[in-house]
């Protein structure tokens, strides 16, 4: 079992810049792939940002490409979501997950934190 904790979200203004946090406990960290997802009030969740275990190759959502960056320390069991150049529409709760290597689908979920952009 994975315990994970998200924190850092608040209320920024456009342009600024926030930095997420998820703190994971409960086994081996470093062997899940990690991805931060977010759902607004009326959409899909969507996964915006994932890294392997090894920190290599993070991918990304086209909407926060360039703007948006995952990173992980896996000796502190914790990966980050550094985010600049904040958009209204970057409003949403961002969770974060883990899932095992070769998995389909995110089995491990935070309970999520609150992101406010505003104009």
């Known amino acids: 079992q994975v315990r994970l904790v998200e924190s850092g979200g608040g209320l920024v203004q456009a342009g600024g810049s926030l930095r997420l946090s998820c703190a994971a406990s409960?086994?081996?960290?470093?062997?899940?792939?990690m991805g931060w997802f977010r759902q607004a009030p009326g959409k899909e969740r969507e996964l915006v940002a994932a890294?392997?275990?090894?920190?290599?190759?993070?991918n990304y959502v086209d909407s926060v490409e360039g703007r948006f960056t995952i990173s992980r320390d896996n000796a502190k069991n914790t990966v980050y979501l550094q985010m600049n150049s904040l958009k209204p529409e970057d409003t949403a709760v961002y969770y974060c997950?883990?899932?095992?290597?070769?998995?389909?689908?995110?089995?491990?979920w935070g309970q999520g934190t609150q992101v406010t952009v505003s104009s």
């Open positions: 997950a883990g899932r095992e290597v070769g998995a389909t689908r995110y089995n491990y």
């Open positions: 409960g086994r081996t960290f470093s062997s899940l792939v």
């Open positions: 890294i392997t275990w090894s920190g290599s190759v993070p």
